[in-house]
């Protein structure tokens, strides 16, 4: 069993950044792969980034390449998603899940285990 916490979330103006994080308890946590997806008012969960277990392998969405980092700390039982160049259509409630299948890119929100309850961003102009 992972129980996850997302927090870091808030309000920030356009091209500013935020630091969401992660924090899983269990002590399995180190073999689970983690996904961060995000839901905005009257649309469906969308897939931002993944990192494997190890930490050695990342994948993001197209839309956040090149602004969103995700990085893990194991020792910590922490994921955390680094968010850089906010937009107005970041906005979302974002959640960070967990799978422990051995495939390195999972996108399939329906193919993770354990939930966040969400974190709030909201970018404003």
């Known amino acids: 069993q992972v129980h996850l916490v997302e927090s870091g979330g808030g309000l920030v103006q356009a091209g500013g950044s935020l630091r969401l994080s992660c924090a899983a308890s269990?002590?399995?946590?180190?073999?689970?792969?983690v996904g961060w997806f995000r839901q905005a008012p009257g649309k469906e969960r969308e897939f931002v980034a993944r990192?494997?277990?190890?930490?050695?392998?990342?994948f993001y969405v197209d839309s956040v390449k090149g602004r969103f980092t995700i990085s893990r700390d194991n020792a910590k039982n922490t994921v955390y998603l680094q968010m850089n160049s906010l937009q107005l259509e970041d906005t979302a409630v974002y959640y960070c899940?967990?799978?422990?299948?051995?495939?390195?890119?999972?996108?399939?929100?329906?193919?993770?285990?354990?939930w966040g309850q969400g974190t709030q961003v909201a970018v404003s102009s």
């Open positions: 899940a967990a799978e422990a299948s051995s495939r390195v890119i999972v996108t399939d929100a329906r193919r993770y285990d354990y």
């Open positions: 990192i494997t277990w190890s930490g050695t392998a990342t």
């Open positions: 269990g002590r399995t946590f180190a073999s689970y792969n």
